[in-house]
């Protein structure tokens, strides 16, 4: 009897201790940071290299923001319009570039490490919305850069609007039962200064430590940005209760589903729908990540490859956001429209090309794409415009990839030979590859073609992506092969050794470098012209006598 006690006892302080161990509870103290929403047609976006408050107590800590002190303002979209932007890195000490991440758009427009705005400059995009209604962002994506000026602060939320959002029942007030919910983990070190780690040991929402959100009594549509360096978060309701999930990367899911946990990579949104009209109003009800349920190989969760006390955060299941229930508002949303898309996705049968992405490696966090590291000047695929294409993405290693890739939005055909659960049923930019997994995706590579700058594809876990974990492609109206030494026409040869260019011929030749400015010109006359250019890829253009252009990009070393 005694030891029966003592057994019991013992189990029911192993049982507190667990419960200890694996649930922080800490009252929030700071009202969550909701950005300001920035209206077009133009939009005026400054990157500065500034300071913010982060604890009540000690110093500034130096950050990168755009228009504020950390993060930035969310833009508001709508398809169909054409909007300009002007985007001006005030980061005297840096370059660095501005990508809108999941977007349709140009590759020209698209921000990549190609398109760097040195310090002082401002860069000029500007294009038409073509996406459906949903939730992207925008970051830096300097090469080598990319994770310490996300880490330091420089992104922001982009929402899309269309006439389908607005004909459906949704919560659609911003700041009032819609909310961005931007997720950072972020590691403070000496004086307060953010550390470059790649998973943090406190959690930010939308740059707001220790935060809390009061939230109407009604249901609350909540577009959550994973932008994190590396964690993945396994997102639920404190008591597990169900909540719907409306849209993924792209866009709507065809329907609204029911999910009491829901897994979020870098780089991945998803919309979420909580009915707080369950909870009494002055209730506290936390949004929590289960990190603890991780699968195996998942940055940030029990058994992922920082555990075991890499740092507070792992191992645990935490406080995301504690949410404040407070009265509904006049007019709430009190049940979801049952149909909210219509995606019609192609067929495998029908895709002209088949394309493999092993991954491998893990030495050093060194990871490669089919054998190879990012090279700037290598194009790793050229793609056919309009072609339907299908990737198989194979992890040949012990941690996850969330692989991203730009300019199209893809469907998951199956994720080692069976069908996507619902919540991966819809549109996706990115998508999170376990280890020893495979999971394929079908596209098409519509509307943009552009032989000089290329478009990426990489990991979303940042220090993954600056250490090589990435690739490129060209979108071509025809596919010619681009090896040197082939003429071009029958009129002109081009070559290329090291850093010259020799074209031979007659016609007219234009060079134009990756930002599309033109570098040289000149007139051919049968002679040789060469043409000396630093290392970089470069878009040779010749007019010919007969009136038609070819166009080749070459390589100079
Ligand atoms: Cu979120 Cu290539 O980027
Ligand atoms: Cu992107
Ligand atoms: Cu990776």
């Not at 294009?127 to 459906?132: I, K, P, R, Y």
């Not at 609350?220 to 597990?240: I, K, M, P, Q």
């Amino acid at each position: 009897m005694k030891a029966k006690h003592t057994g019991l006892t013992s189990l029911i302080i192993a049982l507190q201790l667990i419960f200890c161990v694996n649930m922080v509870h800490a009252q929030a103290s700071n009202p969550v940071n909701i950005p300001d929403t920035l209206h077009g047609p133009v939009f005026d976006l400054d990157i500065l290299d500034t300071t913010k408050q982060f604890f009540p107590t000690g110093s500034l800590t130096k950050t990168y923001a755009y228009n504020s002190d950390f993060l930035g303002p969310t833009l508001m979209l709508r398809k169909g319009e054409f909007y300009e932007f002007n985007v001006t890195n005030y980061i005297m000490t840096d370059t660095t570039t501005t990508h809108w991440h999941g977007m349709h758009i140009s590759s020209a427009n698209d921000g990549g490490p190609h398109t760097m705005i040195f310090p002082g400059e401002t860069w000029s995009p500007e294009f038409t919305v073509l996406n459906e209604a949903t939730t992207f962002w925008y970051h830096p994506h300097l090469h080598h850069k990319t994770q310490e000026h996300i880490n330091f602060g420089a992104a922001g939320m982009i929402i899309v609007e269309d006439e389908n959002s607005d004909t459906l029942r949704l919560p659609k007030t911003y700041g009032v039962d819609e909310f961005p919910i931007i997720i950072q983990d972020k590691t403070f070190g000496e004086n307060n200064q953010l550390a470059m780690e790649r998973v943090g040991d406190s959690i930010t929402i939308n740059g707001t430590l220790n935060s809390y959100l009061d939230v109407p009594a009604q249901m609350v549509r909540f577009r959550l940005l994973n932008a994190s360096v590396s964690r993945t978060y396994n997102v639920g309701l404190e008591d597990s209760s169900t909540f719907q999930m409306i849209a993924s990367d792209g866009g709507f899911l065809n329907t609204p589903i029911d999910l009491t946990r829901l897994m979020l990579a870098p780089g991945e949104r998803a919309e979420l729908v909580i009915d707080f009209s369950n909870y009494a109003v002055g209730d506290s009800i936390n949004l929590y990540s289960f990190n603890t349920e991780l699968p195996s190989g998942v940055q940030g969760g029990a058994s992922g490859p920082y555990s075991v006390n890499y740092n507070l955060l792992d191992n645990l299941d935490f406080t995301l956001l504690q949410c404040n229930v407070q009265p509904a508002t006049a007019d709430p949303v009190t049940e979801l429209s049952p149909v909210l898309n219509n995606i019609d996705c192609w067929d495998e049968n029908i895709a002209d090309v088949f394309r493999t992405k092993i991954f491998s490696g893990g030495m050093n966090q060194v990871f490669f794409i089919n054998g190879d590291q990012f090279d700037l000047n290598l194009v790793n695929d050229t793609i056919k415009l309009d072609d339907i294409e299908v990737w198989s993405l194979l992890n040949s290693t012990s941690e996850a990839h969330p692989f991203h890739i730009h300019d199209i939005q893809f469907c998951i055909l199956d994720i080692n030979d069976n069908p996507p659960p619902p919540q991966l049923a819809g549109w996706k930019d990115v998508v999170l590859v376990e280890p020893f997994s495979e999971i394929r995706f079908i596209t098409k590579f519509e509307t943009f073609a552009d032989t000089i700058i290329p478009f990426m594809y990489h990991c979303h876990i940042l220090n993954h992506e600056d250490n090589g974990m990435m690739g490129q492609f060209i979108v071509k109206r025809e596919i010619a092969t681009s090896t040197s030494r082939e003429p071009i026409s029958n009129e002109v040869t081009i070559s290329s050794f090291g850093n010259l260019i020799q074209v031979k011929g007659q016609g007219t030749v234009s060079i134009y470098n990756l930002a599309g400015q033109k570098m040289q010109r000149s007139i051919l006359n049968a002679g040789d012209n060469i043409f000396t250019f630093e290392s970089g890829i470069y878009l040779v253009s010749v007019l010919n006598s007969d009136g038609t252009t070819t166009e080749k990009v070459y390589l100079a070393e």
